[in-house]
């Protein structure tokens, strides 16, 4: 059975400055003022996409003090690109099938 690509996940993840952010936090788990230091985004700016990451289950908090910090759930991502994987599959199987019919 196919499965579908998570649109919502790919909506999510299809803003350039929450792209930046998944791939800053999948190298280390930053605070949202290394976070601002590193996008040159504005911290309210941030604050909202880090909010949309976590909502969609992206990313994890943890208080330490007056900080946040953020990491990335490698699972969701990994989950994503399991799909793609399956979808890239089914490409190839229908390409090998269609070559055995191909019109003469």
């Keep these: 059975m196919l499965m579908s690509v998570d ?13 930046q952010i ?13 976070l601002v230091e590193e996008t040159g ?26 900080f946040t910090y953020y990491r990335l759930k490698p699972d969701v991502i990994a989950s994503l690109a399991g799909q793609f994987a399956e979808l890239a599959e089914t490409a190839r199987a229908t390409a090998a099938a269609d070559k055995k019919r191909a019109c003469p």
């Design 22 to 34: 998944v791939t800053l936090l999948a190298r280390e788990t930053l605070c949202t003022t290394h």
């Design 7 to 19: 649109t919502d996940l790919l909506r999510v993840l299809a803003d350039p400055l929450r792209l």
């Design 41 to 66: 985004a504005r911290q309210t700016n941030l604050s909202n996409h880090l909010k949309v990451l976590r909502d969609a289950g992206v990313v994890d908090t943890e208080p330490c003090g007056r």
